[in-house]
């Protein structure tokens, strides 16, 4: 590659880059505080690195998000379905939410540079919980008739990316409203629920009394 400097030791890798946090993480750390957030982040770390397949990596953690790159967009996207059902399966998770593209990113040390590694966390940013949002890179990948359903968002501006990026909502089957403390934004389990209320014949689930009552401060007439 021009313009490097002599002894640069890199590879130009073609992978899959993921960027997968949970949604409204910084919610969750405002009401339960800086030590419940930091285990929950290093649990979900834990977590992903039992779940990877052949040819899946975390590269590394960056608060409570994960970057990981695969061989293909298949391969993580069935990682990104198996990190959902545990975590939706576990008590005190807020829903998932990823962005992935796939191309070619510089490799070195054990990290990952370039325009797909940026593409893919800025997608990341945008996507709302519960959803994955693709490159046409990345969903291309999966169009064999096999992959979910691709829903087009169009051609998107993403900050400090020079073009337009074009983007893809992947069905998997999650719904993203579904279940979710509107104080913290945790999932709260789809059984009984064991703290809700109903205003305006809208249901909400909370995952603790706390959440409760703080819900009804904010909400209750001044």
């Known amino acids: 590659m021009s313009g490097l400097p002599v002894g640069f030791e890199h590879d130009d890798v073609d992978t899959v880059v993921v960027f997968v946090d949970?949604?409204?993480?910084?919610?969750?750390?405002?009401?339960?505080?800086?030590?419940?957030?930091?285990?929950?982040?290093?649990?979900?770390?834990?977590?992903?690195?039992?779940?990877?397949?052949?040819?899946?990596?975390?590269?590394k953690s960056i608060g409570d998000a994960l970057m990981i790159t695969s061989t293909d967009a298949a391969s993580a996207l069935r990682l990104l379905r198996r990190?959902?059902?545990?975590?939706?399966?576990?008590?005190?998770?807020p829903l998932l939410r990823a962005g992935m593209s796939a191309g070619?990113?510089?490799?070195?040390?054990?990290?990952?540079?370039?325009?797909?590694?940026?593409?893919?966390a800025r997608l990341a940013d945008i996507a709302e919980s519960?959803?994955?949002v693709a490159s046409i890179t990345a969903v291309s990948q999966l169009r064999d008739g096999a992959g979910p359903e691709a829903v087009a968002l169009g051609p998107l501006p993403l900050r400090?990316?020079?073009?337009?990026v074009e983007a893809f909502v992947l069905d998997v089957g999650s719904s993203h409203r579904d279940h979710v403390d509107p104080v913290c934004r945790m999932h709260v389990s789809s059984g009984t629920p064991k703290w809700a209320i109903s205003v305006g014949g809208v249901s909400y689930r909370f995952c603790s009394l706390a959440c409760l009552r703080q819900y009804e401060r904010r909400t209750s007439p001044a």
């Open 22 to 59: 949970m949604a409204g993480f910084t919610a969750l750390t405002n009401v339960h505080g800086d030590h419940h957030a930091a285990r929950l982040a290093s649990d979900f770390a834990e977590i992903a690195e039992t779940l990877l397949g052949p040819g899946d990596q975390v590269v």
């Open 83 to 93: 990190l959902n059902d545990v975590t939706r399966g576990s008590s005190g998770f």
């Open 130 to 132: 519960g959803q994955i």
């Open 160 to 164: 400090n990316i020079e073009m337009p």
């Open 104 to 120: 070619t990113v510089v490799q070195r040390r054990g990290d990952v540079f370039g325009a797909t590694v940026n593409i893919a």
